[in-house]
T-cell receptor, first 112, second 116 residues
């Protein structure tokens, strides 16, 4: 069974703090990793993707990948109330052309 | 910008009705997907298609079928709607990236279907 695991939350952080969202996956051969943000009542939107071990930064967002530990995370620096949303981790688990496997998401609440 | 359009935002149907959910994308994407999203269960893949006339079952295809007669349009069909199919349905599309399996999904705004 190919699985992507996330804590459901809610994760509550004060405004200005760093929010750390974590994700583990079951398939060691996984190739690519995505973070989607979903506001309440809206559809998911892609915010970050990472393919190689290490860190990838984009503005206030940093994706971190550790393939040996089968672990990917999303850090949000200087968290804002507008970052309050559910964050979905998605993993491509095969070398062939197969759909992403999604985690169930972590709900983040940034408190002003 | 990529646009994925779902025909209805809210839909109410009766048990036993045949239901069509339409999805159209305007970016010439090869890949299209249908998900349903329920509280506590996350996104679950119903069907997907990597080419016109092609379809593949996802994780929960029972009670559903799909049609892809044209590249830009991917329809989800509930043959005989049941109350347990009440859900948010999300369509998505993605471009193929030659030589890789990476998929960057673009989602439609969703259809909240209620089956009474």
């Amino acid at each position: 069974q190919k699985e992507v695991e996330q804590n459901s939350g809610p994760l509550s952080v004060p405004e200005g703090a760093i929010a750390s969202l974590n994700c583990t996956y079951s398939d060691r051969g996984s190739q690519s990793f995505f973070w989607y943000r979903q506001y309440s009542g809206k559809s998911p939107e892609l915010i970050m993707f990472i393919y190689s071990n290490g860190d990838k930064e984009d503005g206030r967002f940093t994706a971190q990948l550790n393939k040996a530990s089968q672990y990917v995370s999303l850090l949000i620096r200087d968290s804002q109330p507008s970052d309050s949303a559910t964050y979905l981790c998605a993993v491509n688990m095969n070398s062939g052309n197969t759909p992403l496997v999604f985690g169930k998401g972590t709900r983040l609440s940034v408190i002003a | 910008d990529v646009k994925v359009t779902q025909s209805s935002r809210y839909l109410v149907k009766r048990t036993g009705e045949k239901v069509f959910l339409e999805c159209v994308q305007d970016m010439d994407h090869e890949n299209m997907f249908w998900y349903r999203q329920d509280p506590g269960l996350g996104l679950r893949l119903i069907y997907f298609s990597y080419d016109v006339k092609m379809k593949e079952k996802g994780d929960i295809p029972e009670g559903y079928s799909v049609s892809r007669e044209k590249k830009e349009r991917f329809s989800l069909i509930l043959e005989s709607a049941s109350t347990n199919q009440t859900s948010m349905y999300l369509c998505a599309s993605s471009p193929p990236i030659p030589g890789t399996t990476n998929e960057k999904l673009f989602f439609g705004s969703g259809t909240q279907l209620s089956v009474l």
